[in-house]
């Protein structure tokens, strides 16, 4: 496959290199590799059941670490609203004439948007009457009033400045709600609470308008200072987009399309900040206030378990670190690496000399520790 010095130079532009484009198409022809799952995480297989009992002190161990400004939330922000509109964006010119059903479903549901009022308001302006248009069924003046730029522009805005959620004293974004929930579990003893938001480059201004806007109100609202950093996905991360036949896929004009990586290329963004119990959540899981409080409680009974292992892994990595280990300190390491982080062993890691062993949990215990909860499935 061969290209063009102009291609060469968009490459380099993108911060990528040559042999990292290669291996990108390498990769599309090849296919991925599927991973063989071994067996379901079960409880106490994979999964870990924190006793109600228990809740209380794994709650308290994290208040404490939040009070000494140890937290912050990590929000990944920069998708955009498109896909979320594609039903819609298929009705725009022939809304529903073939399905009834969807066009009663739709006027019905309307009003119940948190984005309705925003919707009237813009119809307004533009010297029509939503209720003229409901009465004579122009669904399609609606929706492009709700996606396209001749009103609310829903399907060019990033997630982060929909409306989600409706309340009697008014809507509000995603974005809000994670200021909320960050005011909720990531403040400090000095009141201050920390994010940070990682958005797409063309996005970035309008989120930082509308943050200096709502910022100052939900300060006030929870009597908070918010710390607020934003930033953007590198380039660097793209992958470049190939066709059916793996040949890079091209502009009307010519240049190679590239697109976005998925949220690991927001491990360096994740690696930049200095955080040290990170709340990772992305921008569009977000609840409303009714579920607010059981949320709260969990994301703080899942942070103080985290705690409680980051605890044990330290005091392990310090046995590890002196001249000398125990028989008992060494069993304490092997039943904690299997028991709570389910770690699996070589099948002939019992015969290994004892240094070779030490090396294998130094590995298995200095790494970042993710906890993560799960719903139960109750079909």
Same mark, same amino acid.
């Given at each position: 496959?061969?290209?063009?010095?102009?291609?060469?130079?968009?490459?380099?532009?993108?911060?990528?290199?040559?042999?990292?484009?290669?291996?990108?198409?390498?990769?599309?022809?090849?296919?991925?590799?599927?991973?063989?799952? &071994?067996?379901?995480?079960?409880?106490?297989?994979?999964?870990?059941?924190?006793? @109600? +009992?228990?809740?209380?002190?794994?709650?308290?161990?994290?208040?404490?670490?939040?009070?000494?400004?140890?937290?912050?939330?990590?929000?990944?922000?920069?998708?955009?609203?498109?896909?979320?509109?594609?039903?819609?964006?298929?009705?725009?010119?022939?809304?529903?004439?073939?399905?009834?059903?969807?066009?009663?479903?739709?006027?019905?549901?309307?009003?119940?948007? @948190?984005?309705?009022?925003?919707?009237?308001?813009?119809?307004? &302006?533009?010297?029509? &009457?939503? +209720?003229?248009?409901?009465?004579?069924?122009?669904?399609?003046?609606? !929706?492009?009033?709700?996606?396209?730029?001749?009103? =609310?522009?829903?399907?060019?805005?990033?997630?982060?400045?929909?409306?989600? $959620?409706?309340?009697?004293?008014?809507?509000?974004?995603?974005?809000?709600?994670?200021?909320?929930?960050? *005011?909720?579990?990531?403040?400090?003893?000095?009141?201050?609470?920390?994010?940070?938001?990682?958005?797409?480059?063309?996005?970035?201004?309008?989120?930082?308008?509308?943050?200096?806007?709502?910022?100052?109100?939900?300060?006030?609202?929870?009597?908070?200072?918010?710390?607020?950093?934003?930033?953007?996905? %590198?380039?660097?991360?793209?992958?470049?987009?190939?066709?059916?036949?793996?040949?890079?896929?091209?502009?009307?004009?010519?240049?190679?399309?590239?697109?976005?990586?998925?949220?690991? *290329?927001?491990?360096? &963004?994740?690696?930049?900040?200095?955080?040290?119990?990170?709340?990772?959540?992305?921008?569009?899981?977000?609840?409303?206030?009714?579920?607010?409080?059981?949320?709260?409680?969990?994301?703080? *009974?899942?942070?103080?378990? =985290?705690?409680? !292992?980051?605890?044990?892994?330290?005091?392990?990595?310090?046995?590890?670190?002196?001249?000398?280990?125990?028989?008992?300190?060494?069993?304490?390491?092997?039943?904690?690496?299997?028991?709570?982080? $389910?770690?699996?062993?070589?099948?002939?890691?019992?015969?290994?000399?004892?240094?070779?062993?030490? +090396?294998?949990?130094? %590995?298995?215990?200095?790494?970042?520790?993710?906890?993560?909860?799960?719903?139960?499935?109750?079909?």
């Amino acid at each position: 496959m061969t290209f063009s010095n102009a291609d060469i130079k968009q490459i380099h532009s993108e911060g990528l290199s040559m042999e990292r484009v290669m291996d990108q198409i390498a990769l599309f022809i090849r296919g991925a590799s599927h991973i063989e799952l &071994n067996r379901p995480c079960t409880f106490h297989d994979g999964i870990e059941v924190i006793p @109600p +009992e228990d809740e209380e002190k794994l709650i308290s161990r994290y208040d404490q670490a939040a009070a000494a400004g140890r937290c912050l939330k990590f929000v990944p922000a920069s998708g955009a609203a498109s896909r979320m509109f594609k039903e819609w964006f298929r009705a725009l010119d022939q809304p529903w004439k073939d399905s009834e059903a969807s066009a009663v479903s739709f006027a019905e549901q309307l009003e119940h948007y @948190p984005f309705y009022d925003d919707l009237r308001q813009a119809i307004f &302006n533009s010297g029509e &009457n939503i +209720e003229f248009l409901m009465e004579e069924k122009k669904y399609g003046d609606i !929706l492009a009033y709700i996606i396209t730029s001749r009103g =609310l522009q829903y399907g060019q805005l990033p997630k982060a400045l929909l409306k989600f $959620h409706k309340y009697q004293e008014g809507s509000r974004t995603s974005l809000e709600e994670h200021l909320v929930e960050a *005011a909720l579990y990531v403040t400090d003893a000095r009141r201050i609470s920390r994010l940070h938001i990682t958005v797409s480059p063309e996005h970035r201004q309008p989120v930082e308008t509308f943050l200096d806007i709502v910022q100052p109100v939900y300060e006030r609202l929870f009597s908070v200072t918010y710390e607020i950093g934003v930033s953007c996905q %590198e380039t660097a991360t793209n992958n470049i987009a190939v066709d059916m036949e793996n040949r890079p896929f091209r502009s009307d004009d010519g240049q190679i399309c590239f697109r976005p990586g998925g949220h690991g *290329a927001l491990l360096k &963004n994740l690696n930049d900040i200095d955080g040290d119990i990170i709340f990772l959540k992305n921008i569009d899981n977000v609840a409303p206030d009714r579920v607010k409080q059981v949320t709260v409680r969990y994301k703080k *009974a899942l942070a103080g378990l =985290l705690l409680k !292992l980051q605890g044990e892994t330290f005091r392990y990595l310090e046995c590890l670190a002196g001249n000398s280990i125990t028989e008992e300190e060494m069993t304490a390491i092997d039943d904690f690496c299997r028991d709570k982080l $389910h770690v699996v062993f070589p099948i002939d890691y019992r015969q290994w000399p004892l240094e070779k062993k030490k +090396e294998i949990w130094r %590995e298995k215990l200095d790494r970042p520790i993710r906890v993560c909860g799960v719903v139960r499935n109750e079909g």
